[in-house]
């Protein structure tokens, strides 16, 4: 017989997003349920690098978003135990050559407009702020709100400190509704769970939950690898990428793409990212993906090419069509909402969203206009 429990919200999703829903929503005084069919952190979240960015965002609603829930991270790095890594390390952009500056700068500029501390770094104060970086170039960004955290763990800390329930191991089999269509709560393998509000929080299986509330989301897995090399002293003190990589963020191509962003750990392994390709949820490796990351990370930082690379690992990234996450509720079916779609910054919005979903919930004032993020309009 299943069992049954009756929250205020149930969540589906146990990553971080879903997490930071949870730990929100419970702060706005509601009773949460959250429910996945594998572990806490067990789907795009665990394959992350943790990466909490505004430096790849161009002036808009994403980079809005991403600037509350840095402001949001800050806040939690004091609340949460220091096993969630917090490291406000700044990201360091880097051009090769006086035409990719320039259009670095004007990105640059335009974010400024929005809140961004953009710091322009000749050839001499690059090698100042990372003396193992390659010579030769023309010059780069320094942008010191850039951070990350260990993503497993910041899952489960803001899981913890929500005190919601938490049902791992159980796959959500139907979004229950009443006659009129409404939410009711859902059925999982294990129990039903009544609530008035299901939040739709499964990253790249959003649209398959979507469609069991009997609506539809086009999310697409984006499939990403990471290289994770020895442990090192830390040759790698920010995040450091090439300008391309900004390109391949807002990229909506399917082919193979790959930029280099490189970045010690607290720990000492170098990680190496990031790749992308819409393949489907194929997990097979791709030699041709590490490569060309090795190739990619070396040119960045020569003195990587004597080190060795001890493991690789990847995931998919939950895409939308036009790289905005969908939050917020679903006016085709009262009760749901969703949160999902965030591609790889899921991570880095993870705050902000669990901000909009619970002031969606609650009837309070949106900590910023959510128009953009609605589910509906694609």
Same mark, same amino acid.
């Given at each position: 017989?299943?069992?049954?429990?009756?929250?205020?919200?149930?969540?589906?999703?146990?990553?971080?997003?879903?997490?930071?829903?949870?730990?929100?929503?419970? #702060?706005?005084?509601?009773?949460?349920?959250?429910?996945? #069919?594998?572990?806490?952190?067990?789907?795009?979240?665990?394959?992350?690098?943790?990466?909490?960015?505004?430096?790849?965002?161009?002036?808009?609603?994403?980079?809005?978003?991403?600037? &509350?829930?840095?402001?949001?991270?800050?806040?939690?790095? *004091?609340?949460?135990?220091?096993?969630?890594?917090?490291?406000?390390?700044?990201?360091?952009?880097?051009?090769?050559?006086?035409?990719?500056?320039?259009?670095?700068?004007?990105?640059?500029?335009?974010?400024?407009?929005?809140?961004?501390?953009?710091?322009?770094?000749?050839?001499?104060?690059?090698?100042?702020?990372?003396?193992?970086?390659?010579?030769?170039?023309?010059?780069?960004?320094?942008?010191? $709100?850039?951070? $990350?955290?260990?993503?497993?763990?910041?899952?489960?800390?803001?899981?913890?400190?929500?005190?919601?329930?938490?049902?791992?191991?159980?796959?959500?089999?139907?979004?229950?509704?009443?006659?009129?269509?409404?939410?009711?709560?859902?059925? %999982?393998?294990?129990?039903?769970?009544?609530?008035?509000?299901?939040?739709?929080?499964?990253?790249?299986?959003? =649209?398959?939950?979507?469609?069991?509330?009997?609506?539809?989301?086009?999310?697409?897995?984006? /499939?990403?690898?990471?290289?994770?090399?020895?442990?090192?002293?830390?040759?790698?003190?920010?995040?450091?990428?090439?300008?391309?990589?900004?390109?391949?963020?807002?990229?909506?191509?399917?082919?193979?793409?790959?930029?280099?962003?490189? *970045?010690? %750990?607290?720990?000492?392994?170098?990680?190496? =990212?990031?790749? /992308?390709?819409?393949?489907?949820?194929?997990?097979?490796?791709?030699? *041709?993906?590490?490569?060309?990351?090795?190739?990619?990370?070396?040119?960045?930082?020569?003195? &990587?090419?004597?080190? #060795?690379?001890?493991?690789?690992?990847?995931?998919?990234?939950?895409?939308?069509?036009?790289?905005?996450?969908?939050?917020?509720?679903?006016? #085709?079916?009262?009760?749901?909402?969703?949160?999902?779609?965030? *591609?790889?910054?899921?991570?880095?919005?993870?705050?902000? %969203?669990?901000?909009?979903?619970?002031?969606?919930?609650?009837?309070?004032?949106?900590?910023?206009?959510?128009?953009?993020?609605?589910?509906?309009?694609?």
């Amino acid at each position: 017989m299943l069992k049954r429990h009756s929250p205020d919200v149930v969540i589906i999703g146990a990553g971080v997003v879903g997490a930071a829903c949870a730990y929100y929503a419970a #702060r706005a005084g509601l009773s949460v349920a959250v429910v996945d #069919r594998g572990p806490v952190a067990g789907g795009t979240t665990g394959a992350g690098e943790g990466n909490l960015l505004v430096s790849d965002k161009e002036a808009g609603p994403e980079l809005d978003l991403a600037l &509350l829930s840095a402001s949001l991270w800050r806040q939690l790095a *004091e609340l949460l135990p220091a096993s969630v890594e917090y490291e406000a390390k700044g990201g360091l952009v880097v051009a090769p050559d006086a035409a990719s500056l320039t259009a670095l700068r004007a990105f640059a500029g335009a974010q400024r407009t929005a809140g961004v501390d953009a710091v322009e770094a000749g050839p001499d104060e690059l090698a100042a702020l990372e003396p193992h970086l390659a010579p030769g170039l023309a010059g780069g960004f320094r942008y010191p $709100q850039d951070a $990350q955290v260990q993503p497993a763990q910041a899952a489960a800390r803001l899981l913890a400190a929500s005190g919601a329930r938490v049902y791992t191991g159980e796959e959500v089999t139907a979004v229950l509704r009443d006659r009129a269509g409404a939410v009711r709560g859902v059925r %999982t393998t294990g129990r039903e769970l009544a609530a008035p509000a299901v939040v739709n929080a499964a990253g790249t299986w959003g =649209g398959a939950v979507a469609a069991l509330a009997g609506t539809a989301l086009p999310v697409l897995p984006r /499939r990403g690898f990471v290289l994770v090399t020895e442990p090192l002293p830390r040759v790698v003190r920010h995040k450091v990428y090439a300008a391309d990589y900004i390109a391949d963020v807002a990229s909506g191509s399917a082919a193979l793409q790959s930029s280099a962003v490189v *970045e010690g %750990t607290p720990a000492g392994p170098v990680l190496i =990212g990031a790749t /992308r390709e819409r393949v489907g949820f194929d997990r097979s490796p791709s030699t *041709e993906a590490l490569r060309r990351l090795a190739a990619q990370a070396t040119a960045l930082f020569p003195v &990587l090419a004597q080190v #060795r690379a001890i493991r690789a690992y990847h995931g998919f990234r939950p895409y939308l069509p036009d790289h905005l996450p969908a939050i917020g509720p679903d006016p #085709r079916v009262p009760g749901l909402l969703h949160a999902c779609g965030h *591609e790889g910054a899921g991570i880095g919005l993870a705050p902000a %969203t669990g901000a909009l979903i619970a002031a969606a919930l609650t009837g309070a004032e949106p900590p910023l206009p959510p128009g953009p993020f609605r589910p509906d309009r694609f």
